[in-house]
């Protein structure tokens, strides 16, 4: 890591105020003093306040810091939480938002939270960007414009987009999934089931197949054995039940081959996941698989443990991380969050920091490590 980019913090979002996210990052704070270090939190301190007395019960609550420059965040003592105020107009009644209910005020606040960040890392004040996660319903109540993105991902490539001048279209970016057993690279995200099979394109399968190959090749240091899962059962079995494979998935194959990309045939979507899983010291067959749609991705990861789960974006400009969970208002406000997931998803994003590769790449080799 550069000497540049080892200065820079890194910003963890709040995620929405009424789940989960504010507890796990107090969590992830008390429990990995040295893994946190040098990270700060872009939220409310009123909210992280209430999630450090959530999480201390009848013991002593973390101390919470209000920063008035980002460089203050290198001198902040450990298990201590440095928080950068947002200015949101969901903030107007002072009070943190209720536990577990979705609403537009939550969702305005997480929303503001992560276009301060974005904006942040993509002028160069913050070395990643680590996502708590938002509710969805609740963003799509604030309307304009955070209506307009179902997810983080949309609303990072949108913002990445105009920071860069250019249009969506022209910043394709992709969601992996990835713990210690498997990674996974989605065509598409988060569309309905009919809307995902009419975006298996020639066009998406082979710019899927080029982002992942340039993404893990920057993350590995060689370039990434890809394993592609079919659409159909039995990857169509020869056109017996479908022919996306045999018309669109194995001619993008071969044109991403034609540009130096290692992808298989489309395999059997039931199996790919099985060949593609490393072992204690036995990697898989391949370092991705690329599904064809959501859930034909996430199923496996997540079967694998959603605690050690994490979201990386490809293609942004910056890094960016997540944890591979939701809001679970269901137990927000109780203490019980695991914030194992978050901590992975710092870890991460520490490991894609630019100029870290090469220490990723020893570790990996050492076997300590796999993204």
């Known amino acids: 890591m550069t000497e540049s980019t080892r200065s820079l913090p890194i910003a963890i979002t709040l995620g929405d105020p009424a789940g989960i996210g504010p507890e796990t990052i107090v969590k992830a704070f008390r429990d990995a003093p040295d893994l946190t270090r040098g990270c700060f939190v872009v939220g409310d301190v009123a909210t992280l306040r209430r999630a450090a007395a959530v999480v201390a019960g009848p013991g002593v609550a973390l101390p919470v810091a209000t920063l008035a420059d980002l460089q203050e965040v290198l001198d902040c003592p450990p298990r201590c939480i440095p928080v950068w105020q947002i200015s949101s107009t969901a903030l107007a009644g002072g009070e943190p938002a209720a536990f577990g209910r979705v609403s537009a005020g939550a969702g305005q606040l997480a929303g503001d939270c992560v276009v301060w960040a974005a904006k942040a890392a993509l002028r160069g004040e913050v070395a990643a960007l680590v996502t708590a996660p938002l509710n969805k319903a609740a963003l799509s109540l604030v309307g304009a414009p955070y209506d307009d993105f179902p997810g ?220």
Do not use: C
């Not at 959501?294 to 942004?316: A, E, M, R």
């Not at 109780?334 to 978050?342: I, N």
């Open 152 to 371: 983080h991902t949309e609303l990072l490539q949108s913002l990445a987009a105009a920071h860069l001048k250019t249009s969506v279209t022209q910043l394709p970016v992709r969601m992996m999934l990835a713990n210690d057993e498997l990674r996974v690279v989605l065509v598409s995200i988060h569309v309905s089931l009919r809307q995902a099979l009419a975006a298996v394109t020639f066009e998406q399968v082979l710019e899927s197949l080029l982002i992942t190959h340039r993404s893990l090749q920057a993350i590995l240091g060689r370039a990434p054995r890809i394993g592609v899962a079919g659409l159909n059962p039995h990857a169509g079995e020869g056109g017996l039940f479908g022919r996306e494979e045999l018309d669109i998935i194995g001619p993008a194959v071969m044109a991403a081959r034609a540009q130096g990309v290692q992808a298989s045939d489309p395999l059997a979507p039931d199996t790919v996941f099985m060949r593609a899983r490393a072992q204690p010291g036995q990697p898989g067959e391949f370092d991705v698989v690329l599904a064809m749609y959501h859930d034909q991705g996430l199923i496996p990861v997540k079967y694998l443990g959603v605690d050690k789960g994490v979201n990386v974006t490809l293609g942004l400009p910056l890094v960016r991380t997540s944890p591979d969970h939701g809001t679970a208002f269901d137990i927000a406000g109780t203490g019980k969050a695991d914030a194992s997931s978050l901590m992975e998803a710092i870890r991460v994003a520490r490991q894609l920091i630019p100029g870290a590769r090469a220490d990723f790449i020893e570790r990996e080799a050492n076997g300590s490590v796999r993204i």
